[in-house]
């Protein structure tokens, strides 16, 4: 993890509800099997790409040197169930907020790996 970034993760909602380690155990299981896994990519999972989509109508990939996400495309880091967002330093406060809520309306849960705890 770069210091200049925040990082978030998503995955669909469990309908139990879970705490913070519980959370980190599924996105450290998760972010293994798809996103670290070298094997073969796994398109992401529908709920997955609405989100991304959704995201990118307020905050879209770089354009006009509005530099929003660290990575090229966002849906880059999306594999089945997660993805994992990469945010500009500079925007990542607001970015992230706006994220973990939208996030909801989706019925994913956000987490992020950096605090360590569940977004909401």
Not at 9 to 31: F, M, T, W
């Amino acid at each position: 993890m770069a210091w200049s970034h925040q990082e978030q993760s998503l995955k669909p909602r469990c309908a139990c509800s879970i705490d913070n380690h519980q959370a980190g155990s599924v996105y450290d299981e998760l972010h293994e099997r798809y996103l670290e896994s070298d094997e073969f990519p796994v398109r992401p999972a529908p709920p997955i790409v609405a989100y991304v989509e959704a995201l990118l109508e307020r905050y879209p990939d770089d354009t006009d040197g509005n530099i929003v996400w660290a990575s090229p495309r966002v849906i880059d880091e999306a594999s089945a169930p997660i993805v994992y967002l990469l945010m500009s330093y500079a925007t990542a406060e607001e970015v992230s907020d706006y994220a973990a809520s939208l996030a909801r309306k989706h019925g994913l849960v956000c987490y992020d790996p950096q605090g360590e705890s569940l977004r909401s």
